[in-house]
């Protein structure tokens, strides 16, 4: 099985370093659809940019992952694809990795917040979250 085959449509995105705390997740309703990163952020830690598209497939149960993280210059340091089966409870998305490809490592639980168009994922990474907002792209 492919791990996947997703078209990266994102633009690349440059990652912003932001003191404080980081906003509180809700949780919601993640809607079924292609959502690319539109926004990166850090607080309390180094931003690293991403040009990312998700597929969020069958009442969020499935998320497909096609992705590059980049350096401070836009520069593509690694590229990655996943899937991963999801669940969502409360203002967590918990997630075990089905496939990968390019040395991927999907976290097994993210924070986030859904709208209708937007899914905001958040990382702690030691004293750092870091958080990408993805904007759900309309179907054709």
């Known amino acids: 099985m ?6 990266n449509t994102a633009k690349p995105v440059l990652g912003a370093t932001l003191a404080g705390a980081p906003p509180a997740f809700t949780g919601g309703a993640i ?4 959502y690319e990163a539109t926004k990166a952020e850090a ?3 180094m931003a690293t940019g991403r040009r990312a598209t998700l597929v969020v497939l069958d009442r969020a149960s499935t ?3 096609a992705g590059e993280v980049l ?3 836009g520069a593509v340091v690694s590229t990655y694809r996943a899937r991963t089966a999801a669940t969502a409870t409360g203002n967590q998305l918990n997630q075990t990795t089905v496939c ?14 859904a709208t209708a168009a937007q899914l905001v994922l958040a ?7 870091l958080i990408t907002t993805y904007t759900r792209k309309p179907c054709p």
């Open 71 to 73: 350096d401070a210059s």
């Open 31 to 34: 809607a079924d659809g292609l």
């Open 100 to 113: 990968s490809t390019g040395g991927a490592t999907i976290p097994s639980m993210m924070s986030y917040t």
């Open 63 to 65: 998320v497909l992952w």
């Open 123 to 129: 990382v702690a990474s030691g004293a750092a979250t």
């Open 2 to 7: 492919d791990c996947n085959t997703v078209t």
């Open 43 to 45: 607080y309390m830690g």
